[in-house]
């Protein structure tokens, strides 16, 4: 089923036209016409089964035939901040993080970042994230949208205030501590990862003093662009799902002999 942002006010029952992009998708690229089915998300939460129903000189009508509430969150709520990779390293890192549940997404500028953002480059650069989100939503099923937020200077983001029961979780190789030595977390997780040159030494430790815990992932040094989506599925793989199912998932392990690789 294809799925379509929507973020605009979606009738129950009724027609609505979509945004020329989206038309142009759906028409030169998908190659849909009338009469094929669509959902809509309006990106807090709620689907809507809709059908195409005319598609005239580059736009296109859909007519809406009910809404339903769908709930595909993960229940650990987690925050990436992400130190700005160049290339497509970012869009990777981004697409990942949103399909393994990420809440909101925090670009950050470090001193060894290869690409250097400001002005209206970085405001135009945070809009391409934000669509990058949104197509990875349409792709993997969720219907909240995660939100971009505007780019921040590392040392800036670190003097912000934390959350309250804000576990903060630093990506370091020489870390002595793992994820499983950590206990379930009860409110935000903000994991914090590196350029591809890593954190220097005066970010670690501003990092430390914010109350960030070094964190490592195994005996190898992973790419920036890897760490943080590996760290986001051991998480989920740890801590994302009901308390029945880990349960059941433990059982499972242990029938089958196999464990979780040591993180």
């Given at each position: ?98 399909e393994l549940g ?57 003097q912000q205030p934390a959350e ?100």
């Amino acid at each position: 089923m294809t799925r379509i942002y929507f973020p605009e006010p979606i009738p129950d029952h009724g027609e609505c036209r979509l945004p020329v992009a989206k038309a142009h998708h759906v028409i030169h690229v998908l190659r849909l016409g009338p009469g094929d089915a669509v959902t809509l998300f309006d990106g807090r939460g709620t689907a809507y089964e809709a059908v195409i129903a005319a598609c005239d000189r580059g736009t296109v009508t859909v007519r809406v035939s009910g809404s339903r509430a769908e709930d595909r969150e993960s229940p650990l709520r987690v925050m990436l901040a992400q130190a700005v990779s160049s290339g497509e390293r970012m869009d990777y890192t981004i697409q990942k993080a949103v399909e393994l549940g990420v809440s909101a997404v925090q670009p950050l500028m470090a001193e060894r970042c290869v690409v250097r953002l400001s002005g209206e480059r970085a405001i135009k650069r945070v809009q391409h994230w934000q669509g990058v989100v949104i197509a990875s939503c349409e792709q993997c099923g969720r219907n909240h949208v995660p939100v971009v937020r505007p780019l921040l200077a590392l040392r800036d983001w670190l003097q912000q205030p934390a959350e309250d029961n804000n576990l903060r979780l630093l990506l370091a190789p020489n870390a002595s501590e793992g994820l499983r030595d950590l206990a379930r977390p009860t409110g935000l997780v903000t994991v914090l990862a590196g350029p591809e040159g890593g954190l220097t030494a005066a970010e670690t430790e501003d990092a430390v003093r914010a109350g960030f815990r070094p964190l490592r992932l195994g005996p190898r040094v992973l790419r920036t662009e890897t760490a943080a989506v590996a760290l986001l599925a051991a998480m989920q793989a740890l801590w994302g799902i009901s308390s029945s199912r880990r349960c059941a998932g433990e059982a499972a392990f242990a029938v089958t002999g196999s464990r979780l690789p040591s993180i």
